[in-house]
């Protein structure tokens, strides 16, 4: 039911009163609205941040710095969220590149989704060469080590998550949206289809350096607030 409720309260903010002593509905109603109309279209990036939900922006965030109620409730984005996939058909995009396959591995609290093209034969290698052990030399566990650390130094690392997560975006949707105008200046199949190929290449090689990028942040923030630090005006 808190779930329900946060989902709710953010598709649909103005819907309904959700918050205070007068809502409509409290994380604790057990006869929230079964089906609903989003107040917009739903984009990707909307699907991503309510599984990223802890209750942000609520009492219930067992990040918040002060509130009584924190934590009491389960989250969406919880520490054992291990992948999440979204199925993007996009009805303007001629059919063999139509789909698109967002990925994200670890916390969706303090992971981000990257979009591969789905039409495709081989995958790049830092999604498909997962060891059985600890590895940032692949998606899954770099993202895992993200965020472990930065759970662990939230109040200084979440900016960090926050950029690496918009930096990915935007970054993924430039290299998309150029791989896109290529496939339809491309009259071959294979042809296209060695398009598409490329451009994953060139989203996992991104993604690898800005999650590289993030946890050299993320390691120092966390290093900087060991127990053990002491100044260096101690030696």
């Known amino acids: 039911t808190p779930r329900g409720w946060y989902m709710l309260r953010y598709f649909n903010p103005n819907t309904f009163a959700w918050d205070g002593p007068d809502a409509d509905f ?46 009491i409730y389960r989250p969406i984005g919880v520490n054992r969220n291990d992948f999440m996939a979204l199925l993007q058909m996009r009805p303007d995009v001629p059919e063999d590149f139509r789909a698109v396959e967002w990925l994200a591995f670890a916390s969706n609290a303090f992971n981000t989704m990257v979009p591969f093209y789905a039409n495709v034969d081989t995958t790049p290698e830092y999604l498909s060469n997962t060891t059985g052990d600890v590895s940032t030399d692949n998606f899954y566990w770099a993202s895992r080590l993200l965020a472990a650390m930065a759970d662990a130094s939230y109040a200084k690392s979440v900016f960090h998550i926050e950029r690496y997560t918009l930096s990915v975006g935007s970054k993924a949707y430039g290299i998309i949206n150029t791989y896109d105008d290529a496939q339809r200046g491309e009259a071959d199949p294979a042809a296209r289809a060695a398009l598409r190929t490329k451009a994953n290449e060139e989203l996992a090689a991104m993604v690898r350096a800005e999650t590289t990028d993030a946890l050299n942040k993320v390691l120092f923030e966390l290093s900087s607030g060991m127990k053990n630090a002491y100044s260096r005006s101690d030696a």
């Open 26 to 71: 409290t994380p604790r109603s057990d006869d929230l609205p079964w089906c609903m109309v989003p107040e917009k279209k739903i984009t990707p990036e909307d699907v991503k941040y309510v599984l990223s939900s802890h209750y942000q922006g609520t009492p219930y965030d067992p990040y918040a710095a002060t509130a009584s109620e924190k934590g």
